[in-house]
């Protein structure tokens, strides 16, 4: 199963909120950042139009596929995965009552030079820099470069949540042929060990 769309942004305790929503916002604001993560698509989209993940269940997990990206990454099959189909983002979100996916995202895939063309291809400065783009983040705790267990390598973040004591975990994995753009995982409310497992099933 394909998956795709247009946000990307850190989390931890919560999740974060929005790139092109806040700085390219020219007719509506995409994505924001209020404790969770909210991604409103390329073009202002209903929440209805967010479908559920249909892919195979194998030893507890369903693995997913990006729609336009070659990512793969396996997730608990409890999770109630949602897409928004022909999304740029390949945006992917967990369902929960009370939670629309849209206000939920788990992965994103970025796109630097929509954010700051003078970060193009600097994907750790865009990293380092990140929560500038989003009012509800406050600054960033702190940057690791981690390598998954697949052999892939990105930047494990931890910002600081505007007005709070809490702060969001993010993964941002590189892709090595562009590097213009990043896999960005968001931890949300998920547990670090489910986090963890989700970040090292990755594969590009």
């Not at 390219?24 to 993560?37: C, E, G």
């Not at 993010?170 to 753009?181: H, S």
Request: aromatic residues 14%.
């Amino acid at each position: 199963m394909k998956i795709h769309s247009l946000i990307l942004i850190i989390i931890s305790a919560f999740i974060l909120g929005c790139p092109l929503g806040c700085q390219l916002a020219k007719k509506y604001q995409k994505i924001t950042y209020a404790h969770r993560l909210t991604y409103f698509g390329p073009q202002p989209t209903p929440a209805s139009s967010w479908q559920t993940v249909q892919a195979e269940i194998k030893d507890g997990r369903i693995t997913i596929q990006g729609q336009t990206f070659d990512w793969q990454v396996s997730f608990p099959q409890e999770l109630n995965l949602k897409y928004l189909p022909a999304d740029p983002h390949d945006a992917l979100g967990i369902e929960k009552p009370g939670k629309p996916a849209h206000q939920n995202l788990v992965l994103y895939v970025e796109t630097i030079a929509e954010y700051d063309s003078q970060m193009q291809d600097k994907p750790q400065e865009f990293v380092e820099n990140y929560w500038q783009f989003y009012p509800g983040l406050s600054g960033l705790k702190q940057i690791k470069e981690l390598t998954n267990e697949n052999g892939f390598q990105g930047y494990w973040t931890e910002y600081l949540i505007s007005n709070t004591d809490s702060t969001a975990v993010n993964f941002f994995f590189i892709i090595k042929d562009n590097p213009n753009r990043l896999i960005h995982l968001i931890k949300g409310d998920l547990s670090q060990e489910v986090f963890n497992q989700i970040i090292n099933s990755f594969e590009y």
